[in-house]
């Protein structure tokens, strides 16, 4: 089966899950996303308690990756406990892309662990993860405002990632159209909202949008991300 890489399908699954999980801010925990949909992560240091998990060698595939899905007897996510934050954030989101775009239940022949990886398959997981981490218009709404924080740290990425981020976000923005992005920039409301009052110190949701401390009156409050 040949199968076609769809980036707009991936960014749209990205946008409708971002609505659905309203993350309270920067970066994205995939960990909590997980759990709220009730996929299981399991450290590699953990897996003797699983006997039954024997579909392949788990062991064997984590030596070149940071976090792979056993899909028997249940979806869970296995990750290595050593590996690199940053790397280990992108990796869970690009394995709960395979989930939740139900890769395993339309191409269960091709996500056959005994098979080598789809590159179609694994770029759209590749895509599901990047807009997951960092969404379009979030990142759009950072970079107009405060350019100098929207940087790599900020969203949990290692600079590898990033620059694929930047890269593809013109193409990823064609996917999203007004009504997403103002449901993806909704779920992120509190966070980009949130100031910091320079000097009172105070913080506040700058719910108008006035750029103006409401305590003390000083115009241009710091944004706490």
């Known amino acids: 089966m040949n199968v076609q890489p769809e980036a707009g399908r991936a960014v749209r699954y990205a946008c409708a899950v971002l609505a ?8 994205m925990d995939p ?27 788990i062991f064997d595939s984590l030596r070149t990756a940071c976090a792979v899905t056993v899909s ?18 992108f990796a869970l989101f690009h394995e709960l892309g395979h989930i939740f775009m139900n890769h395993y239940r339309d191409f269960p022949d091709i996500m056959d662990p005994s098979r080598p990886d789809d590159p179609a398959l694994e770029a759209e ?13 979030v990142v759009d709404v950072i970079r107009y405002n405060r350019p100098g924080q929207a940087k790599s740290a ?17 193409r ?7 009504d997403a992005a103002n ?12 100031r910091r009052c320079p000097a009172c110190g105070k913080t506040f949701a700058d719910e108008e949008q006035t750029n103006r401390c409401p305590f003390c009156g000083a115009e241009n409050p710091d944004w706490i991300l």
């Open 31 to 57: 960990c909590d996303l997980a759990a709220r949909a009730g996929i299981l992560l399991v450290p590699l240091s953990r897996v003797d308690n699983y006997p039954l998990w024997v579909p392949y060698d």
């Open 183 to 194: 449901v993806v920039l909704y779920a992120f409301r509190d966070y980009l909202l949130g």
């Open 20 to 27: 659905d999980c309203r993350p309270a801010s920067l970066p």
């Open 125 to 137: 997981a590749d895509t599901f993860a990047l807009n997951m981490a960092a969404p379009v218009p």
């Open 154 to 170: 900020l969203f949990g990425l290692n600079r590898t990632a990033w620059m694929r981020r930047l890269a593809s976000i013109d």
């Open 172 to 178: 990823d923005r064609s996917f999203v159209d007004e």
């Open 72 to 89: 028997y007897p249940a979806f869970c996510i296995v990750f290595r406990d050593d590996a690199d934050p940053e790397r280990l954030r």
